[in-house]
T-cell receptor
Framework: DAGVTQSPTHLIKTRGQHVTLRCSPISGHKSVSWYQQVLGQGPQFIFQYYEKEERGRGNFPDRFSARQFPNYSSELNVNALLLGDSALYLC???????????FGPGTRLLVL | AQSVSQHNHHVILSEAASLELGCNYSYGGTVNLFWYVQYPGQHLQLLLKYFSGDPLVKGIKGFEAEFIKSKFSFNLRKPSVQWSDTAEYFCAVNAGYGGSQGNLIFGKGTKLSVKP
């Protein structure tokens, strides 16, 4: 079975640009969560979506937004990029009723 | 607010040594507890989890963890490490109720280096 997939794997942007990151959950998983992992830290929660609705939001500015599509895939958008947005962005999916999250390989974003 | 503390930033062991990585969390209610591992160049993988029941849980690759509620701890153990256990280990917690299940709180991670 395919795990969580994310695209692109790497991305380089400049300050002020926007970026869209994509995630496909494990088949049958309806919940998708996004995390930001900066070097030397553990992942930090950004958003959770379930059945296309936002179920939770972490302490991130409004420049960060996300959505979930009818096929349960998800996009994370970041506007007006800052140097500090450089990080590994992780997507995780989970099955309804199970709190276990399964992570994708991540998208490494570098903002210059 | 919930938080997770991992006491060791970097642990260096020789093969066959025993391992214990500390994890403490701050949250007074029901929690779900996880240990994830990130091998070099790979993505986060679930090692083991605790939701309820027997506080001693066994995971993959010979790892186990013990939930001690009175100490708010969930320490990871392995009796004999191998070079292939070299990785970064993350403890994570989420509140075991309501709509915030997606909110995993991670510790900063412990890097384990095993010398052959």
């Amino acid at each position: 079975d395919a795990g969580v997939t994310q695209s692109p794997t790497h991305l380089i942007k400049t300050r002020g640009q926007h970026v869209t990151l994509r995630c496909s959950p494990i088949s049958g998983h309806k919940s998708v969560s996004w995390y930001q992992q900066v070097l030397g830290q553990g992942p930090q929660f950004i958003f959770q979506y379930y059945e296309k609705e936002e179920r939770g939001r972490g302490n991130f500015p409004d420049r960060f937004s996300a959505r979930q599509f009818p096929n349960y895939s998800s996009e994370l958008n970041v506007n007006a990029l800052l140097l500090g947005d450089s990080a590994l962005y992780l997507c995780a999916s989970s099955f309804t009723g199970d709190e276990t999250q399964y992570f994708g390989p991540g998208t490494r974003l570098l903002v210059l | 607010a919930q938080s997770v503390s991992q006491h060791n930033h970097h642990v260096i062991l020789s093969e066959a040594a025993s391992l214990e990585l500390g994890c403490n969390y701050s949250y007074g209610g029901t929690v779900n507890l996880f240990w994830y591992v990130q091998y070099p160049g790979q993505h986060l993988q679930l090692l083991l989890k605790y939701f309820s029941g027997d506080p001693l849980v066994k995971g993959i690759k010979g790892f186990e963890a013990e939930f001690i509620k009175s100490k708010f701890s969930f320490n990871l153990r392995k009796p004999s490490v191998q070079w292939s256990d070299t990785a970064e280990y993350f403890c994570a917690v989420n509140a075991g109720y309501g709509g915030s299940q997606g909110n995993l709180i991670f510790g900063k991670g412990t890097k384990l280096s095993v010398k052959p």
